[in-house]
């Protein structure tokens, strides 16, 4: 019978990523199936075990995994790898590492407001123009087959 | 990508294409990424389009390919060295570009996208290609080569996925300083 004095716990590490782009929200069970695929593929299913990953939050733009302490730079290098959620592309950056939730949740900023949906001709094309943090605008393409998401800010003078 | 860019913690990127200068305070390069087979090609598109460049990339190819490319001027950073034939880099390579301060490349986005063995033989290559930097000395640079914001990856990342050939946190940094260190050198026409 594993012992539970705190002392005898197994050491923990806690990484804060920001999902990219901001405005996705991908399941917690989606995450940890990508988390999972990009650390067996680059460790293999020993390292894996290993680093025993898990995702605690998913949400707001923000991603908390943990890992074993002593793994953190392994699991670092597989969340640089993460390239798709199910379906959808989406790229997690990381944040922060720490050895606490508490240093982790102080460190998530509020969710920025997000704004409306504007529709935009743009050479002839169709857009959803949905504006995100700072200077950000997502150009979502409006086609059936082949949806695309450029990148736009302001600055650019596309979207007003 | 440069209001992302900034966000990721980059000081600065270099855009294929786009005009130099500073936008939301990262300053963007100008680059010029150069595809040509043959060297006679590369002098043709260093006269031409590369002319006006921050910094020039040249595609690595066989041995002779990238001797003859590094002793041209103008020529900053010879990349994707990992998918030229084994043995285009040798120390006689590696002697000529640490002698003309010529960068090589580490590309990261196989690290990133490909998986399984494809991935396993870039860490290879790229684990081969550091023992000769590391000896003589010459720049290298990591990339990303990215096409979206997806595709960037902060200095923290950036060093976890060096690690995995074996390249420490401090030569990466330093690896993503000389791009900028590069730029404007260029010397005219071969």
């Given at each position: 019978m594993p012992s539970h004095l705190p002392s005898q716990r197994d050491r923990r590490r806690y990484l804060l990523c920001r999902t990219v782009p901001e405005w996705a929200e991908p399941g917690p069970r989606v995450v940890f199936q990508a988390v999972c695929e990009a650390i067996t593929t680059l460790w293999g299913d020993t390292g894996a075990a290993e680093i025993a990953p898990a995702v605690l939050d998913c949400g707001r733009g923000y991603v908390v995994v943990r890992c074993r302490r002593g793994t953190e730079s392994r699991m670092s290098a597989?969340?640089?790898?993460?390239?798709?959620?199910?379906?959808?592309?989406?790229?997690?950056?990381?944040?922060?590492?720490?050895?606490?939730?508490?240093?982790?949740?102080?460190?998530?900023?509020?969710?920025?407001?997000?704004?409306?949906?504007?529709?935009?001709?743009?050479?002839?094309?169709?857009?959803?123009?949905?504006?995100?943090?700072g200077q950000k605008v997502d150009l979502i393409a409006e086609e059936k087959k082949s949806p695309e998401l450029l990148f736009f800010t302001e600055d650019d003078g596309v979207v007003r | 990508m440069a209001v992302e860019a900034g966000e990721a913690g980059l000081d600065s990127l270099a855009a294929v294409g786009a005009p130099s200068g500073e936008k939301g305070g990262i300053r963007i390069l100008s680059a010029a990424v150069i595809h040509e087979p043959s060297v006679k090609g590369v002098i043709a598109v260093l006269r031409s389009a590369a002319k006006g460049s921050d910094l020039v990339l040249v595609d690595a190819g066989d041995q002779a390919f990238n001797r003859a490319v590094l002793t041209l001027k103008g020529v900053g950073v010879l990349r994707q060295v990992h998918r030229a034939p084994r043995g285009a880099f040798t120390h006689v390579t590696a002697r000529l570009a640490a002698d003309r301060g010529v960068a090589l490349e580490f590309d990261l986005q196989p690290l990133v996208q490909l998986r399984g063995w494809p991935r396993q033989r870039v860490i290879q290559s790229h684990e081969r290609l550091l023992r000769p930097q590391r000896k003589y000395g010459f720049p290298c640079t990591v990339a990303t080569n990215a096409r979206s914001i997806l595709d960037l990856r902060s200095p923290r990342e950036l060093a976890a996925l060096t690690r995995l050939f074996g390249m420490g946190e401090e030569e990466t940094l330093r690896a993503l300083a000389v791009p900028g260190e590069l730029a404007g050198r260029y010397r005219g026409v071969p």
């Open positions: 597989a969340l640089a790898t993460v390239t798709r959620a199910g379906e959808d592309r989406l790229a997690l950056r990381q944040v922060l590492t720490s050895g606490t939730l508490h240093a982790i949740r102080r460190r998530m900023r509020e969710p920025t407001v997000a704004g409306t949906d504007t529709p935009v001709l743009l050479e002839g094309r169709a857009f959803l123009a949905r504006r995100s943090a | -």
